[in-house]
C-alpha cells in the first residue's frame, strides 16, 4: 500500500514542527514523490545530514512502502 502525501508530511512535520512541507507526487502513483523542506533544524547541517533527518522522520517507510522521494532541504532565509 503506497504512503499518501499527507502521511508523509505529517511525519516529517512530527519530527520537525516548525518545518514548512511541500510533497509533489511525480508519477501520480502515490510512490514517487518530491518534497520540499524548510526548517531552522537544518541550519549548519550539510546536505547529507539534513536528508538524514529527513529519512529519520519517515520512521523506516523510505524504500519499503515509500518507493522515491526526491528531497529538496534547507534552513529558512532571512527576507
Do not use: C, W
Request: without cysteine.
Amino acid at each position: 500500500m503506497p504512503m499518501n502525501a499527507r502521511d508523509i508530511e505529517q511525519l516529517i512535520k512530527e519530527a520537525l514542527p516548525d518545518a514548512t512541507v511541500v510533497i509533489e507526487d511525480l508519477a501520480g502513483d502515490g510512490d514517487h514523490y518530491a518534497a520540499r523542506i524548510v526548517s531552522e533544524a537544518f541550519r549548519g547541517k550539510s546536505r547529507v545530514q539534513q536528508h538524514q533527518m529527513v529519512y529519520a522522520a519517515l520512521r523506516g517507510n523510505m524504500g519499503g512502502v515509500l518507493h522515491a522521494l526526491a528531497l529538496q532541504t534547507s534552513a529558512p532565509t532571512a527576507d
